[in-house]
């Protein structure tokens, strides 16, 4: 059964800090890795999908990578704005499109 | 007008009552989910759809049921509603095995039990 982890549970940073956001997952062949966001109350918004194929993939100040051989995936903020400020999860997807969620890492940028 | 909606927003039931959460998709997805958010336990699947006749149960399909009425309708029921059933509910769509795979979510459905 595929487990996704997702290390700290919680930051807190301040304003224009880099910050890296981890996901690891036991099972690793997977089709794809999602990752979303989600503010309090509210749905989920995809921020990133990455192909078992890729590598890694970019939007804005976003950049996700894959290594499907050690289980993890990183998510890269550049230059973090109180407006990042959200639980972000990551999801992976087997088979049948049905995806496992990681319990989330819930982001404070302080102003 | 969101791709994916869900109704009612928020509910408030009591124990034994029926319920149904209903999904509307525009994405002309095939695969529509249900799932569940709980604090501490992530998002749990209920029920997958891969089409109107292909409907399969979750990891936590207990207690509740499904209806797809449409490509672009699948509903979840609480036939008698218990207090710990009292979540956060979303639907998604994906477009697998399509170009990508990607969910799709509705903005949720609260749902409370007393």
């Known amino acids: 059964k595929q487990e996704v982890t997702q290390i700290p549970a919680a930051l807190s940073v301040p304003e224009g800090e880099n910050l890296v956001l981890n996901c690891s997952f036991t099972d690793s062949a997977i089709y794809n890795l999602q990752w979303f966001r989600q503010d309090p109350g509210k749905g989920l918004t995809s921020l990133l999908l990455?192909?078992?194929?890729?590598r890694e993939q970019t939007s804005g100040r976003l950049n996700a990578s894959l290594d499907k051989s050690s289980g993890r995936s990183t998510l890269y903020i550049a230059a973090s704005q109180p407006g990042d400020s959200a639980t972000y999860l990551c999801?992976?997807?087997?088979?049948?499109?049905?995806?496992?969620f990681g319990d989330g890492t819930t982001l404070t940028v302080k102003p | 007008d969101a791709d994916v909606t869900q109704t009612p927003r928020n509910r408030i039931t009591k124990t034994g009552k029926r319920i149904m959460l209903e999904c509307s998709q525009t994405?002309?997805?095939?695969?529509m989910y249900w799932y569940r958010q709980d604090p501490g336990l992530g998002l749990r699947l209920i029920y997958y759809s891969f089409d109107v006749k292909d409907i399969n149960k979750g990891e936590i399909s207990d207690g509740y049921s499904v209806s797809r009425q449409a490509q672009a309708k699948f509903s979840l029921s609480l036939e008698s509603a218990i207090p710990n059933q009292t979540a956060l509910y979303f639907c998604a769509t994906s477009d697998w095995p399509g170009r990508t795979g990607e969910l799709f979510f509705g903005e949720g459905s609260r749902l409370t039990v007393l």
């Open positions: 994405k002309g997805h095939d695969r």
């Open positions: 999801a992976v997807s087997r088979n049948a499109g049905k995806s496992t």
């Open positions: 990455i192909q078992s194929s890729q």
